[in-house]
């Protein structure tokens, strides 16, 4: 009796679920976050004489790169079926090293923005290493980060905004038609972003991962180094994001970034990345940030106050989480 064998396929190659990202989510979901984006600016255009004028959009404009970055690495962190709550605290630890490099160690700007981002790159590091290690839920790491680097970035600043002076101004100050090189570089990330996730291999790696981390695992991947990667990342952009704060600020803020993990998660899941993992984009992404800041910029205008704007903005999450859900369910059907 003959016993038929079967060739095992390359151990090499990522497995077939591993599609484009932008073929994941489908080119409509683009075309109805572009709607949704220009109804609520018609909507704030009606309510507000003084909305729809090129002085709010350059101002959000020039608000929004440290989401957006923050933003990306989230979109990174959820394909790979993670989560990162200890990016605020990232942010501001990465802020507190630029701080002391700067004003107790007398560093020039660019090697001290360098240790900073590095400090926070470090702290992401960490993260990931222990989510892998010992194979504990990411939220449950990160929530422990969260605290120490919190921590961490009172004790390097005496708990006291630590101000820095017009080093960092060249980050915030327009430019060309009012907008700023911490903008422009946001966008620069975002791009190169995408482009990994859709055409290289790295970011096929990634959305296997995902959807089915055993299966990337059987190909002859191990996705532990790539899960760590990620998170380091997310920490590396959170310490770009300290810069742009600072430059904004000209300060280092040991509560700087409290609570931003909110906005930073909701404009992720409003772009239409699946909290699930294996499915998200950049570009759905910088459309969901595009949404959170003209929805917090509208509401503002219209004289909204604070409870309020905490009420719609939640209406908001809550409803994209239960769309990401229903089209959860249909993939599966």
Same mark, same amino acid.
């Given at each position: ?94 802020? @507190? +090293?630029?701080? =002391? /490099?700067? %004003? ?9 923005? &360098?240790? #900073? ?70 966008? @620069? +990330?975002?791009? =190169? /972003?995408? %482009? ?9 790696? &990634?959305? #296997? ?125």
């Amino acid at each position: 009796m003959t016993v038929q064998t079967t060739t095992p396929k390359s151990q090499t190659e990522p497995p077939k679920s591993a599609k484009p990202i932008g073929t994941r989510l489908g080119f409509s979901n683009y075309l109805g976050l572009m709607g949704a984006l220009i109804a609520m600016i018609a909507l704030f255009s009606v309510l507000s004489s003084h909305f729809l004028s090129y002085d709010t959009f350059s101002t959000i404009a020039n608000q929004i790169p440290d989401l957006v970055v923050m933003s990306v690495g989230m979109t990174f962190v959820l394909i790979i079926a993670g989560i990162d709550l200890s990016v605020g605290s990232v942010l501001a630890l990465g802020a @507190a +090293v630029t701080s =002391v /490099a700067a %004003l107790q160690w007398h560093w020039g700007a660019l090697p001290a923005a &360098l240790l #900073g981002m590095a400090g926070a790159a470090l702290t992401g590091c960490v993260t990931g290493a222990v989510t892998v290690g010992w194979r504990i839920p990411s939220f449950i790491v990160s929530l422990g980060v969260l605290e120490a680097a919190r921590g961490l970035a009172y004790q390097m600043t005496n708990s006291r905004t630590a101000y820095i002076g017009d080093a960092f101004d060249f980050l915030s100050n327009p430019i060309a038609f009012g907008i700023s090189p911490s903008f422009l570089i946001a966008i @620069a +990330v975002m791009v =190169v /972003a995408q %482009l990994v996730l859709t055409r290289t291999v790295f970011g096929r790696y &990634l959305i #296997g991962i995902g959807t089915n981390e055993e299966a990337v695992r059987l190909a002859g991947v191990n996705p532990r180094p790539y899960k760590v990667i990620v998170f380091a990342l997310m920490g590396l952009l959170s310490g770009l994001a300290a810069l742009f704060q600072i430059s904004r600020l000209e300060a280092a803020d040991p509560n700087a970034g409290s609570g931003i993990e909110l906005q930073v998660i909701a404009a992720v899941v409003i772009g239409g990345t699946s909290l699930m993992g294996g499915r998200g984009s950049v570009i759905s992404t910088f459309f969901g940030v595009l949404i959170i800041s003209v929805l917090a910029a509208g509401l503002a205008q219209i004289g909204a106050n604070e409870p309020t704007k905490r009420i719609i903005t939640g209406a908001v999450i809550v409803v994209a989480v239960v769309l990401d859900t229903y089209r959860s369910k249909r993939r599966i059907m």
